[in-house]
């Protein structure tokens, strides 16, 4: 899989390409990241990438001509690499929320390009022509697309078949069977006088198996309800 991602700070990538689980899938060969700087497209002296906006207003807007071309190049490397280019996507709070059954959708897929805007807001001409879709990562406001980009990036990555040292823990993850995941519990068996639960001790596969399902929908029912009636 290939992810490209239209960035003025792509040294922020790193986080996913040089660490963790998303780093050794890297390694692995399973996907591949490619970053394009706008600043690389720009005219001028100063390589600018933002102007005032139209109509008065505070902050500034991304231009869309070096936006336009740093798409188009990571199309056409898209192309280049023997795929058909994939589906250009902006981090954006007024987005469609992400949730997992699209990051499912979006594992299968062979190429996405992912822009990750700055300042006010990215021209809207940009938006209506070069992007296909708008995601959200919640109803908050970070100062950039980058770290959303990097949250679905790791989402997406961990779903690719051998990016996970064991296949089940994807399987058994919150939201991967409509529920919020069950409490986990570890070594020691007795913490500051709080012991594990006895039925995770018992070797019982069964019993354990069903005391994490009512434990998740314990869990879901009181914090997200709204799942429930979907599980």
């Known amino acids: 899989m290939r992810f490209d991602v239209v960035t003025i700070f792509p040294g922020m990538f790193d986080a996913v390409s040089a660490h963790g689980i998303t780093a050794r899938a890297i390694e692995r060969g399973l996907w591949e990241l490619h970053c394009w700087n706008p600043r690389d497209f720009a005219a001028g002296a100063y390589r600018s990438v933002d102007d005032r906006p139209y109509g008065g207003g505070p902050g500034m807007v991304m ?10 190049a990571a199309r056409a490397g898209q192309r280049g690499a023997g795929g058909a280019p994939g589906p250009v996507i ?29 300042y006010e807001a990215v021209d809207q001409r940009l938006l209506d022509r070069y992007v296909d879709e708008e995601v959200s990562v919640g109803d ?25 040292n064991d296949e089940r823990s994807a399987l058994e993850e919150s939201f991967a069977n409509g529920l919020l995941d069950c409490p986990h519990y570890t070594r020691p068996e ?16 069964l019993r354990i198996a069903r005391w994490r399902r009512e434990q998740s929908l314990a869990v879901t029912a009181a914090r997200r309800p709204d799942l429930i009636e979907r599980a």
Do not use: K, N
């Open 90 to 118: 902006h981090l954006s709070p007024r987005g469609r929320p992400l949730d997992h059954a699209r990051v499912v959708a979006l594992a299968a897929l062979p190429a996405i390009t992912l822009l990750a805007g700055r």
């Open 140 to 164: 908050f406001v970070v100062s950039g697309g980058e770290l959303p980009a990097l949250m679905l990036i790791d989402a997406v990555v961990r779903l690719l078949p051998g990016a996970l």
């Open 190 to 205: 007795v913490f500051e006088g709080v012991a594990v639960p006895p039925v995770l001790t018992s070797g019982h596969h």
């Open 63 to 72: 231009m869309p001509e070096p936006l336009a071309a740093a798409i188009g």
